[in-house]
């Protein structure tokens, strides 16, 4: 297998060592998976957890045993870090607070996460001659210009107002007080510092801004696997519901819409992104699926559909419920309108193209939500709570 491989350019793909910073995750436990079954790359996975990657931690008997090694550490204070950054060829750093049930009620711990805490790997990697793949946010465009139209201009539906490109899109967020964008900000800074390295130091750089990647192992079921009044994003909130039989709960009308990308296709554009340097290196590049879009009103129908066809049972007569955001989020949210990515750049330099339709990706994810989770929810319902 690693014998035959070759890049974009049809040069064999020499094996390397990879630093991964917050493997652990849900983009993180994908990409061990791929690079562990589909190539002969070594990972250094760095994370203060390791649940969603045990699997290919044990046993010791798997393939791929020895290729991949779990560092249990906290990028915060742990002095390992730059000698594993050292050690490899490349660091991946997608470690971060991204719920943003946490932008506007932990804004102090959004920024150090996204900001202060990436600044060590940044400065690693620079100087000691490292790559860089930094995992930034299709957030940092903020708001559409469109949005800031009146309702009913005909401008809204011109693309120009919305379509989002790298190098052309201006990067709009609310004011101080809509904490929400606490996170936003934090990730544009440090998508600036990195640009200037590459700038200034010749820092070789790939900046990803991911656009609502979903699928299987995303966040916490709320009770389950992760804290009872915990909020993750919109996949998990709704799952859960789903899997409790409660209705979905719509923010602000749930009007604000997304675009949303199989984490499997997604992850096909990291690893071209790993093994194609020449390409990606200097660039930023947006991945999600444009042709994925709904309202969030949308997708919690489609949802309760597709839940109903995989569990077999009926859905609720009433589905969802309207909740005001700040009841949900409490004070200082603020919404993006809409997200829809251009693919010009990652197209030309990569060839990357999305597949999975969104009725596909959430039927093959809900599914796996409902056979991981099923059971243990209605143990918990079950339970008499203790008095
Ligand atoms: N999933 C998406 O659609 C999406 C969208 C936009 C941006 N992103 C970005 O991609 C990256 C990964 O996202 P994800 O969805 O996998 O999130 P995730 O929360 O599942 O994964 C992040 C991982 O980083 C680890 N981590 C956080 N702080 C750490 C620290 N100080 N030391 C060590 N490990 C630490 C966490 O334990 C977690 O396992 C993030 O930077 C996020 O901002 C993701
Ligand atoms: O139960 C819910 C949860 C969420 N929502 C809404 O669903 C939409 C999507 O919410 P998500 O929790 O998935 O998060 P967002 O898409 O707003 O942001 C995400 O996008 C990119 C990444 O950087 C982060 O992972 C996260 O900030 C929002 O409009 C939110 O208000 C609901 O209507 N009900």
């Given amino acids: 297998m690693a014998s035959s491989r070759v890049d974009l350019d049809g040069n064999p793909i020499k094996p390397i060592t990879i630093c991964m910073i917050g493997a652990g995750g849900f983009i993180g436990s994908h990409l061990c998976e791929k690079l562990m079954s589909e190539t002969p790359h070594k990972v250094l996975a760095l994370d203060v957890y390791n649940d969603k990657i045990k699997h290919l931690l044990e046993p010791d008997t798997l393939p791929w045993a020895g290729r991949i090694q779990f560092h249990r550490l906290n990028i915060k204070h742990d002095s390992r870090l730059e000698g594993l950054i050292k050690i490899a060829d490349l660091t991946i750093n997608l470690a971060a607070i991204c719920t943003p049930a946490d932008y506007n009620t932990r804004p102090l711990d959004t920024i150090y996460s996204n900001f202060i805490d990436a600044l060590p790997v940044v400065k690693y990697c620079s100087e000691n001659n490292k790559r860089l793949i930094h995992f930034s946010t299709c957030e940092v465009y903020g708001k559409t210009i469109g949005s800031f139209l009146p309702k009913d201009s005909p401008l809204?539906?011109?693309?120009?107002?919305?379509?989002?490109?790298?190098?052309?899109?201006?990067?709009?967020?609310?004011?101080?007080?809509?904490?929400?964008?606490?996170?936003?900000?934090?990730k544009q800074l440090i998508e600036r510092l990195i640009y200037a390295e590459g700038a200034e130091n010749d820092l070789e750089f790939t900046i990803v801004r991911p656009f609502n990647w979903i699928g299987p192992r995303m966040d916490f079921i709320p009770g389950i696997d992760g804290p009872s009044e915990g909020v993750p994003r919109v996949l998990a909130c709704f799952s859960n519901n789903l899997l409790r039989r409660e209705?979905?709960?719509?923010?602000?009308?749930?009007?604000?819409?997304?675009?949303?990308?199989?984490?499997?296709?997604?992850?096909?554009?990291?690893?071209?992104?790993?093994?194609?340097?020449?390409?990606?290196?200097?660039?930023?590049?947006?991945?999600?699926?444009?042709?994925?879009?709904?309202?969030v009103r949308q997708l919690a129908e489609m949802m309760t559909q597709v839940y109903s066809k995989v569990s077999e049972e009926a859905p609720l007569e009433k589905p969802t419920i309207d909740v005001s955001s700040k009841e949900f989020y409490g004070e200082g949210y603020d919404d993006s309108d809409k997200r829809i990515p251009d693919m010009t750049i990652i197209n030309r330099q990569l060839g990357w193209n999305p597949k999975t339709?969104?009725?596909?990706?959430?039927?093959?994810?809900?599914?796996?939500?409902?056979?991981?989770?099923?059971?243990?929810?209605?143990?918990?319902?079950?339970?008499?709570?203790?008095?």
């Fill in 247 to 295: 209705p979905l709960k719509l923010v602000d009308g749930g009007q604000s819409q997304r675009t949303f990308v199989y984490i499997k296709d997604a992850i096909e554009a990291v690893l071209l992104m790993i093994e194609n340097p020449a390409r990606a290196n200097g660039h930023i590049f947006n991945v999600g699926n444009p042709n994925n879009e709904v309202t």
């Fill in 156 to 186: 809204r539906q011109d693309p120009a107002y919305y379509v989002l490109k790298e190098d052309e899109s201006p990067c709009i967020f609310g004011s101080i007080e809509k904490q929400r964008w606490s996170y936003a900000c934090a």
């Fill in 357 to 387: 339709s969104l009725w596909d990706l959430l039927e093959s994810t809900l599914t796996y939500q409902h056979r991981t989770y099923a059971e243990a929810i209605k143990k918990a319902i079950a339970k008499p709570v203790a008095s």
